[in-house]
Nanobody, 126 residues
Framework: QVQLVESGGGLVQAGGSLKLSCAASGRTVATDAMGWFRQAPGKEREFVAAITRSGGSTYYADSVKGRFTISRDNAKNTVYLQMSSLKPEDTAVYYC???????????????????WGQGTQVTVSS
């Protein structure tokens, strides 16, 4: 069992930056593919970014490509999402997720993840 706790959300003006963290506890997530998703009010949860268990490969939604960067520090059992050039449409609750026991691939489908955090609110004002 693994617990995921997101932090780093908040209120920022358009064009600003935030860095989200996802701290895992209970066991190492070095063997997990990790991902970030978001859900805006009235919308379905959508994929944002994913990273392989080694950190060697990443994948992004088109809407955030070039603005967001996912990374991980397996020694700290933590995954990050650096968000830059934020837009009002980035406003959402951001969730991190872990998929255990998978080969070194990215996972973009929410249903393929085993563990989820509680989420952190990101609000971008215009």
């Amino acid at each position: 069992q693994v617990q995921l706790v997101e932090s780093g959300g908040g209120l920022v003006q358009a064009g600003g930056s935030l860095k989200l963290s996802c701290a895992a506890s209970g066991r190492t997530v070095a063997t997990d593919a990790m991902g970030w998703f978001r859900q805006a009010p009235g919308k379905e949860r959508e994929f944002v970014a994913a990273i392989t268990r080694s950190g060697g490969s990443t994948y992004y939604a088109d809407s955030v490509k070039g603005r967001f960067t996912i990374s991980r520090d397996n020694a700290k059992n933590t995954v990050y999402l650096q968000m830059s050039s934020l837009k009002p449409e980035d406003t959402a609750v951001y969730y991190c997720a872990a998929r255990w026991g998978i080969s070194n691939v990215v996972v973009v489908t929410p249903g393929r993840y085993d563990y989820w955090g509680q989420g952190t609110q990101v609000t971008v004002s215009s």
